[in-house]
C-alpha cells in the first residue's frame, strides 16, 4: 500500500511561469491537504479538499493559487505566474474521513 | 485564532542523554495532538498521536504527554542516538463539525534536535 505520492520532488519555474503540484492519496483516502512550509517558517494549512469539492481554502493565497481534486486523478495544486515568494515545500496529506493525516515527501518549488 | 509555540528553537545534546522537547498551544478546544519528525529534504513522520481525552502516549524511546487544561505538551525522548538528530513538529487539529477531526493542523516552529556521538 503506497503511501502519500507527491510529484515532481523538486519543480524549477522562472518568474512569471506556471507550477503544477500533484498529489496522489494513499488508497481509500478521499481526503487531500495541501500544507505549504516556507523558509523559516513553519507548515501553514493551505486548501482541505475531497473528492471533487472544496472544503476549506482559508489558507490559500487569493490570487494565482488554486487547487482541484477530480473524481479521477491526483490531486493539483496550481500557481499561476510565480514570484519568488512562491518559493517553499509544499506538502499533501491524506486521510479518510475523521482519520490521521499521512503526509507526502513534499515538492520542492523554486523560482528564479 | 489557534497558535502552537514550540521551545526550544534548537537543542544540541550529546548522545545518550535523556532530553524534553515542549509545545505550548493558546486554544485547548483540540481533538488531538501530534508529534512528527522532519529530516532535512523529507516529509513529515508521525510519531505520536493524543487524543484529547488521553494524557500521554508512549512508543519505544518515545513519550509525549498532553495537558489539555494549561495547553501543553511535552515529548520525552530516553537515551537519544545520533539517529534522532531531526526537526521536530507539534501540531494540534481542531474539533470539526459534529465532534469530529477535521484535519485542518497548527503546527509549531519546530525544534531542531542535534544528537552528537
Known amino acids: 500500500n503506497a503511501g502519500v505520492m507527491q510529484n515532481p520532488r523538486h519543480l524549477v519555474r522562472r518568474r512569471g511561469q506556471e507550477a503544477r503540484l500533484r498529489c496522489s492519496p494513499m488508497?481509500?483516502?478521499?481526503?487531500v491537504y495541501w500544507y505549504r512550509q516556507l523558509p523559516e517558517e513553519g507548515l501553514k494549512f493551505m486548501v482541505y479538499l475531497q473528492k471533487e469539492n472544496i472544503i476549506d481554502e482559508s489558507g490559500m493565497p487569493k490570487e494565482r493559487f488554486s487547487a482541484e481534486f477530480p473524481k479521477e486523478g491526483p490531486s493539483i495544486l496550481r500557481i499561476q505566474q510565480v514570484v519568488r515568494g512562491d518559493s517553499a515545500a509544499y506538502f499533501c496529506?491524506?486521510?479518510?474521513?475523521?482519520?490521521?493525516?499521512?503526509f507526502g515527501s513534499g515538492t520542492q518549488l523554486s523560482v528564479l | 485564532k489557534q497558535e502552537v509555540t514550540q521551545i526550544p528553537a534548537a537543542l544540541s545534546v550529546p548522545e545518550g542523554e535523556n532530553l524534553v522537547l515542549n509545545c505550548s498551544f493558546t486554544?485547548?478546544?483540540?481533538?488531538?495532538l501530534q508529534w512528527f519528525r522532519q529530516d532535512p529534504g523529507k516529509g513529515l513522520t508521525s510519531l505520536l498521536l493524543?487524543?484529547?481525552?488521553?494524557r500521554e502516549q508512549t512508543s519505544g524511546r518515545l513519550n509525549a504527554s498532553l495537558d489539555k487544561s494549561s495547553g501543553r505538551s511535552t515529548l520525552y525522548i530516553a537515551a537519544s542516538q545520533p539517529g534522532d538528530s531531526a526537526t521536530y513538529l507539534c501540531?494540534?487539529?481542531?474539533?470539526?463539525?459534529?465532534?469530529?477531526?477535521?484535519?485542518?493542523?497548527?503546527f509549531g516552529q519546530g525544534t531542531i534536535l542535534t544528537v552528537h556521538p
Open positions: 493524543i487524543q484529547s481525552s488521553q
Open positions: 496529506a491524506s486521510s479518510v474521513q475523521g482519520g490521521k493525516l499521512f
Open positions: 488508497k481509500g483516502h478521499s481526503h
Open positions: 486554544d485547548s478546544a483540540i481533538y488531538n
Open positions: 501540531a494540534v487539529q481542531v474539533r470539526g463539525a459534529g465532534g469530529t477531526s477535521y484535519g485542518k493542523l497548527t
